[in-house]
Protein backbone atom coordinates (compact mmCIF):
# COMPACT_ATOMS: atom_id res chain seq x y z
CA UNK A 1 0.00 0.00 0.00
CA UNK A 2 2.92 2.58 0.85
CA UNK A 3 4.64 1.99 -2.94
CA UNK A 4 1.23 2.75 -4.43
CA UNK A 5 0.84 6.34 -2.45
CA UNK A 6 4.61 7.07 -3.31
CA UNK A 7 3.76 6.55 -6.78
CA UNK A 8 1.07 8.09 -7.30
CA UNK A 9 2.23 11.36 -5.14
CA UNK A 10 5.86 10.78 -7.01
CA UNK A 11 3.46 10.66 -10.36
CA UNK A 12 1.24 13.15 -9.56
CA UNK A 13 4.39 15.76 -8.37
CA UNK A 14 6.14 15.36 -11.96
CA UNK A 15 2.52 15.99 -14.15
CA UNK A 16 2.42 18.64 -12.06
CA UNK A 17 5.96 20.27 -12.49
CA UNK A 18 5.67 19.25 -16.44
CA UNK A 19 2.21 21.00 -16.94
CA UNK A 20 3.68 23.85 -14.80
CA UNK A 21 6.81 24.10 -17.14
CA UNK A 22 4.46 24.58 -19.93
CA UNK A 23 2.42 27.37 -18.69
CA UNK A 24 5.26 29.14 -17.79
CA UNK A 25 6.90 28.36 -21.41
CA UNK A 26 3.35 30.05 -22.86
CA UNK A 27 3.83 32.83 -21.07
CA UNK A 28 7.21 33.63 -22.17
CA UNK A 29 6.28 32.60 -25.34
CA UNK A 30 3.64 35.06 -25.26
CA UNK A 31 5.36 38.14 -23.65
CA UNK A 32 8.20 37.78 -26.80
CA UNK A 33 5.16 37.75 -29.02
CA UNK A 34 3.76 41.04 -27.15
CA UNK A 35 6.94 42.97 -27.47
CA UNK A 36 7.71 41.86 -30.74
CA UNK A 37 4.88 43.20 -31.75
CA UNK A 38 5.11 46.95 -29.62
CA UNK A 39 8.66 47.00 -30.88
CA UNK A 40 7.35 47.39 -34.26
CA UNK A 41 6.44 51.02 -34.18
CA UNK A 42 8.64 53.40 -32.32
CA UNK A 43 6.42 53.74 -28.68
CA UNK A 44 6.22 57.33 -27.07
CA UNK A 45 7.92 56.81 -23.63
CA UNK A 46 8.76 59.18 -21.20
CA UNK A 47 12.69 58.96 -20.14
CA UNK A 48 15.28 61.12 -18.04
CA UNK A 49 17.90 63.27 -19.51
CA UNK A 50 21.34 63.52 -17.99
CA UNK A 51 20.01 66.79 -16.35
CA UNK A 52 16.89 65.43 -15.14
CA UNK A 53 14.81 66.33 -16.93
CA UNK A 54 11.58 64.60 -18.71
CA UNK A 55 12.85 63.62 -22.01
CA UNK A 56 9.96 61.89 -24.39
CA UNK A 57 10.68 59.47 -27.41
CA UNK A 58 8.46 60.45 -30.03
CA UNK A 59 8.67 59.91 -33.99
CA UNK A 60 9.82 63.58 -35.35
CA UNK A 61 9.19 62.22 -39.01
CA UNK A 62 12.98 61.03 -39.56
CA UNK A 63 14.89 58.04 -38.99
CA UNK A 64 15.57 57.20 -35.42
CA UNK A 65 18.68 55.15 -33.69
CA UNK A 66 18.07 53.10 -30.17
CA UNK A 67 21.03 52.50 -28.59
CA UNK A 68 20.67 50.29 -25.32
CA UNK A 69 23.79 49.92 -23.72
CA UNK A 70 25.57 49.82 -20.28
CA UNK A 71 28.25 52.63 -19.84
CA UNK A 72 30.40 49.40 -18.41
CA UNK A 73 30.48 47.41 -21.08
CA UNK A 74 33.48 47.53 -23.63
CA UNK A 75 31.54 47.00 -26.81
CA UNK A 76 29.24 49.73 -25.97
CA UNK A 77 32.18 51.72 -25.57
CA UNK A 78 33.55 50.63 -28.68
CA UNK A 79 30.51 51.76 -30.65
CA UNK A 80 30.51 55.22 -29.22
CA UNK A 81 34.32 55.82 -30.31
CA UNK A 82 33.16 54.38 -33.53
CA UNK A 83 30.00 56.69 -33.84
CA UNK A 84 31.79 59.75 -33.16
CA UNK A 85 33.84 58.66 -36.49
CA UNK A 86 31.32 58.85 -38.29
CA UNK A 87 28.62 61.00 -36.81
CA UNK A 88 28.36 62.90 -40.24
CA UNK A 89 26.74 59.58 -41.22
CA UNK A 90 24.08 60.27 -38.41
CA UNK A 91 23.36 64.11 -39.21
CA UNK A 92 19.83 63.45 -40.59
CA UNK A 93 18.63 60.92 -37.41
CA UNK A 94 17.76 61.13 -33.91
CA UNK A 95 20.10 59.17 -31.45
CA UNK A 96 18.72 57.91 -28.35
CA UNK A 97 21.35 56.03 -26.17
CA UNK A 98 19.51 54.62 -23.56
CA UNK A 99 20.17 52.68 -20.51
CA UNK A 100 19.21 51.49 -16.79
CA UNK A 101 21.84 53.00 -15.12
CA UNK A 102 21.94 55.77 -12.87
CA UNK A 103 22.17 59.35 -14.21
CA UNK A 104 25.40 59.94 -12.61
CA UNK A 105 27.09 56.73 -14.12
CA UNK A 106 25.14 58.07 -17.38
CA UNK A 107 27.02 61.58 -16.99
CA UNK A 108 30.24 60.19 -16.36
CA UNK A 109 30.05 58.41 -19.60
CA UNK A 110 29.46 61.25 -21.72
CA UNK A 111 31.72 63.45 -19.86
CA UNK A 112 34.22 60.71 -20.95
CA UNK A 113 32.49 59.82 -24.84
CA UNK A 114 31.25 63.48 -25.17
CA UNK A 115 28.92 62.28 -27.37
CA UNK A 116 25.78 64.55 -27.39
CA UNK A 117 28.51 67.59 -27.54
CA UNK A 118 29.75 65.78 -30.72
CA UNK A 119 26.00 64.86 -32.33
CA UNK A 120 23.59 67.83 -31.86
CA UNK A 121 20.60 64.94 -32.80
CA UNK A 122 22.06 62.20 -29.72
CA UNK A 123 20.33 62.36 -26.58
CA UNK A 124 22.13 59.89 -23.44
CA UNK A 125 18.55 59.22 -21.47
CA UNK A 126 17.84 56.71 -18.80
CA UNK A 127 15.32 54.12 -19.37
CA UNK A 128 12.89 52.04 -16.41
CA UNK A 129 13.78 49.10 -16.60
CA UNK A 130 10.18 48.28 -16.95
CA UNK A 131 10.09 49.91 -20.06
CA UNK A 132 13.13 48.79 -21.50
CA UNK A 133 11.57 45.26 -21.02
CA UNK A 134 7.68 45.66 -21.46
CA UNK A 135 8.22 48.35 -24.69
CA UNK A 136 11.34 46.66 -26.65
CA UNK A 137 12.36 43.37 -24.74
CA UNK A 138 15.92 44.61 -23.78
CA UNK A 139 17.94 41.96 -22.78
CA UNK A 140 21.58 42.51 -24.10
CA UNK A 141 23.85 45.26 -24.51
CA UNK A 142 24.27 46.59 -26.84
CA UNK A 143 21.47 46.31 -28.73
CA UNK A 144 20.27 48.58 -31.81
CA UNK A 145 17.02 49.65 -33.15
CA UNK A 146 16.57 51.17 -36.14
CA UNK A 147 13.40 52.83 -36.89
CA UNK A 148 12.56 54.56 -40.62
CA UNK A 149 11.13 58.25 -40.77
CA UNK A 150 7.70 56.50 -40.44
CA UNK A 151 8.67 55.15 -36.92
CA UNK A 152 8.34 51.60 -38.13
CA UNK A 153 11.05 49.17 -37.38
CA UNK A 154 14.03 48.74 -40.11
CA UNK A 155 16.28 46.52 -38.27
CA UNK A 156 17.59 45.27 -35.13
CA UNK A 157 20.91 44.26 -33.75
CA UNK A 158 21.87 42.44 -30.96
CA UNK A 159 25.32 42.95 -30.15
CA UNK A 160 28.32 44.81 -30.98
CA UNK A 161 27.32 46.23 -34.30
CA UNK A 162 29.33 48.31 -36.96
CA UNK A 163 28.46 51.21 -38.19
CA UNK A 164 28.38 50.74 -41.76
CA UNK A 165 25.76 48.40 -41.02
CA UNK A 166 23.63 51.00 -39.11
CA UNK A 167 24.49 53.67 -42.18
CA UNK A 168 23.04 51.45 -45.00
CA UNK A 169 19.17 51.16 -42.72
CA UNK A 170 19.19 54.95 -42.54
CA UNK A 171 19.79 55.30 -45.90
CA UNK A 172 16.26 53.05 -47.39
Not at 16 to 31: A, E, R
Not at 130 to 148: E, M, S, W
Request: a positive charge.
Amino acid sequence: MNKKIISAALLTSVVGIVVWLLVQSYQTLQHKKEIETKMQQLPTISLRGLDSTAVTLTQKHQPTVLFYFDPHCEHCQHEATELKKQSQAFKNAQLLWLSTERLWVLRSFEKEYALQKTIPSLTIAQISPQDADKQFGFRTVPTVLIYNADGNLAKKYVGETKMEAIIKYLNR
